[in-house]
């Protein structure tokens, strides 16, 4: 059976998936994802996204676009 924590994780790892989406489309900065995401502060948001992937928002950001630039064949 599922228990509190496990909805907690589960709820978490679905907010982090639609925030790496968001950071892909590009067309919101942090703070605003932040918001959207209901989070009580862009910080806070950044906490919660580097404990879940490893890596900060930026961090991700930026090696989306580099896998991205690669794909492309841009240098």
């Not at 599922?2 to 679905?14: F, G, I, N």
């Not at 996204?49 to 928002?57: E, H, I, Q």
Request: hydrophobic share 35%; net charge positive.
């Amino acid at each position: 059976t599922l228990t509190d924590s496990d909805l907690d994780v589960d709820a978490l790892k679905s907010v982090i998936q639609r925030a790496k989406a968001m950071i892909r489309d590009g067309s919101k900065n942090f703070t605003e994802i932040a918001r959207f995401l209901s989070y009580s502060s862009p910080q806070y948001f950044s906490r919660q996204f580097k404990k879940s992937t490893g890596m900060s928002p930026m961090e991700y950001a930026s090696s989306v676009k580099g896998i991205s630039q690669a794909l492309k064949g841009d240098d």
